[in-house]
């Protein structure tokens, strides 16, 4: 962990465990907390393992990102909203592109994210960017419009933070981390240009979308999408076809 990330909020809200194997955010009255990358990237798959806040969890917010933090930043998100015992996690995703965003769509996860680590991660190459839960895509955006993510660098961000409807009572608010997974190009100034060599090996360079792919989508989209941008347009945008 420390290799690759530094505490960017909180660090009295920071437990790193076992050598940096684990780490856990943790979310009271007096603040939050969060951790970024020391490096930023462009194209690649960069992941995390996370175990979601339990039980009441209603007003928390757990927040995975990546983001070229520019005034026309390109962001990819995964935004987990707590909600009552007993209720299921909404998961929002959302994208901005030269600062445009207002793309959010939502899902309903198909587990309990409370009981056990699952694998969020981004693939993201030039032709698309694929959103990841457990390597079933939930959620793609393709290389079709102008703009797309593919000039700006972007870094790795995730926090833990409350809204006004959190109840205190429950507090401290835990989110749980491992499996920090960077499978990527580092992003160097002396050298721009090398995460865009078209002969690179790396698998998720040449990633193309394929039946497959799109059959999971289909079934998550179907079965467990509750709202969509998409849908607000008489006309959707070229990304929604």
């Known amino acids: 962990f420390s290799g690759n990330y530094d505490i960017t909020w909180a660090p009295d809200h920071v437990d790193v465990i076992g050598h940096g194997q684990e780490v856990d955010l943790r979310l009271d009255r007096s603040s939050g907390a969060g951790f970024g990358s020391k490096n930023r990237f462009l194209f690649g798959q960069l992941g995390l393992q996370i175990k979601l806040v339990p039980y009441d969890s209603s007003g928390t917010i757990v927040a995975y990102m990546l983001s070229s933090l520019t005034d026309d930043r390109d962001e990819l998100d995964f935004e987990f909203l707590g909600n009552s015992t007993g209720q299921s996690y909404t998961l929002q995703t959302n994208l901005f592109v030269s600062g445009k965003g207002k793309r959010e769509q939502r899902f309903k996860l198909w587990f309990d994210p409370t009981a056990d680590f699952h694998f969020y991660s981004f693939v993201w190459n030039p032709f698309q960017v694929i959103f990841m839960v457990d390597d079933i895509p939930v959620r793609v955006f393709k290389n079709t419009t102008d703009p797309y993510p593919s000039t700006k660098p972007m870094g790795i961000y995730t926090n833990i933070w409350g809204s006004s409807s959190v109840d205190w009572d429950h507090a401290p ?22 995460c865009h060599d078209t002969n690179s090996q790396r698998w998720w360079s040449s990633l193309e979308w394929n039946d497959q792919l799109q059959g999971n989508l289909s079934f998550v989209r179907r079965n467990y999408m509750i709202d969509d941008y998409c849908s607000a347009y008489e006309s959707p945008p070229l990304e929604c076809t």
């Open 173 to 194: 608010f835990v989110a749980s981390y491992r499996g920090f997974t960077i499978d990527a190009c580092q992003y160097s100034e002396t050298s721009p240009d090398d």
